[in-house]
């Protein structure tokens, strides 16, 4: 009896029957309408699908391996996140997928660099650049495409001949019409491709080899007056055309050659049976998208940093963007926009193909692992590499090229239909990411707030603009710049001996009341540089009437002394005030 109750125990601690179910990656797929998401996670990788709380609290806390978001994430959820934990979206990533700022951080590159950044139609952010738009209206017939800076799938895109069309106050991105595109079977389309960012600091770019050509449903004509309006000619939105009669349905996965959805592959050979090259236009086309991606990089880098501060792995975010390209006559590609979450509805069997096998491959290379959560669990001085480790940079360095070199070998043998185009493309990017953080920190040091819109600045910017007038640039940190910029419109010989002793003073003065404003919370528009405090918005005023400018030299001299007793009678007030509003503010 002894025996067979030995037996029986021996034969329950076998390794046969102690052997555990193998964990398996969860994926939190609650905001995410696309059933083609859950099943590729859960039918092909092998996920367990979660659908927790949308609460932010509950996201923080549970225990998930992948969250997946339709829409964005925010900064708070980014912060939150554990060493083995994945979401599909990049903070800061607005700078590149909306369209005012892809137009406007596109625009500060091509003037630093114009023969790199031709690949952008000319733009126009509204209503900021009205005027200078304006000015585009010469005499001579040119059309304008006009779309909302926060539009989607050709909601509110309408062309245009004539400013008098738009609305100054309305908020658009205003660009030259490209009147000339490659055309297939008298069509006019452009091309969906599909980009990975998988980091940000530094980059790791994947372009997928699959891909849509989007037709228009009606034969193209030149943009003239009568056909303006005609949506179905000149925009290649899917959204738009499928509501054409004339739309048609890909009615097989295998056949892409028709229809008014095609794959890429169709388009290059194609190109090639008409005699083109078609590795070249591919080879622009990723030269276009890395030095899109090198514009922006910079501000990614600074908010992926604030979030993550101690990302060895640089992998917790990773997105899939949709990049719109258009070839004119010459097979030159032309970036259109990019979409940060492009459609996964699958409306016919060439849609389903060709987005199960981007997202399978997407997830392959995410290399979702369930040992990476239990190992973090088990460890019980994980939370020391979280929340901040006193590691030396130097072991710090070494243990991020460690884990850069096993992330290399991963991605070589898991890439799929995946091409790595990035960090390969060499020292030329690297030459625009560097000209990038100048031209950032530019505009951090100006103080410049091109993409904060709220009700409390912009009240305040209405209340400056309406008393305030242009004046002298104010340099910081050396105040010795703007007397020079007085002295500059004065010349000497114009300036009597007594002129020169007031001027001297007006300097002292101006030096005073600067000590005092230094601390004072300032707000830098575009078009003028006013000092204005956070609680006190008068002192604006009285600053403003100490600094109006001269317009012109002549009679500077007369003008001096009464110029300087208004100075002084006023520049006490201004000091007493500013140090009264720094007491309140601080």
Known sequence: MEESIDSAHDDLSSPKQTRRRKATAIANVLNTEYDIVKEILEDTMGCRLSYESEDETSLKTKEWDLYWNDLTVTPELLTKLRPYQKVNHFPGMEALYRKNLLARNLNRMRRMYPEEYDFFPSSWVLPVEWGEFRRQFNGKNKTFIVKPEAGSQGKGIFLTRHWANIDPEEHYVVQRYLGNPYLIDDLKFDLRIYVLVYGCDPYRIFIHKEGLARFATEEYTHPKPHNLKNTYIHLTNYALNKDNDNFEFNTEADRA?????????????????????????????????????????????????????????????????GFDVLLDHKLKPWLLEVNHAPSFSTDTPFDYKVKAKLLEDTFRLLNLDASKRLKYYKDKNAFVVVKGSRMPREEREKKKERRMKKRDEYEVKNLGEYERIYPECGEECEKLIKAAAEVERAINKKGFLPSIRSKETEHIKRRINSFCKPSLPIQRKNHSKATACISKQRTTAELSSASALETSKNRSITSEYSQDRRNVREFMLPNRRTI???????????????????????????????????????????????RATLTEYT
């Open 532 to 578: 204005v405090s956070q609680k006190q918005p008068n002192v604006a005023l009285i600053i403003s009437k100490l600094r109006t400018p001269v317009k012109n030299a002549k009679g500077a001299g007369s003008r001096c002394a009464s110029r300087s007793a208004r100075w002084q009678s006023a520049g006490t007030d201004c000091s007493c005030l500013a």
């Open 257 to 321: 050659d028709t229809g008014h959805k095609r794959s890429l592959d169709f388009v290059w050979r194609h190109i090639r049976e008409h005699g083109g090259d078609p590795t070249k236009v591919q080879r622009d086309i990723k030269r276009c998208i890395v030095k899109s991606f090198c514009a922006v990089q910079p501000h990614l880098a600074h908010m992926y940093r604030s979030c993550q501060p101690n990302d060895f792995d640089n992998n917790k975010c990773f997105e899939i963007l």
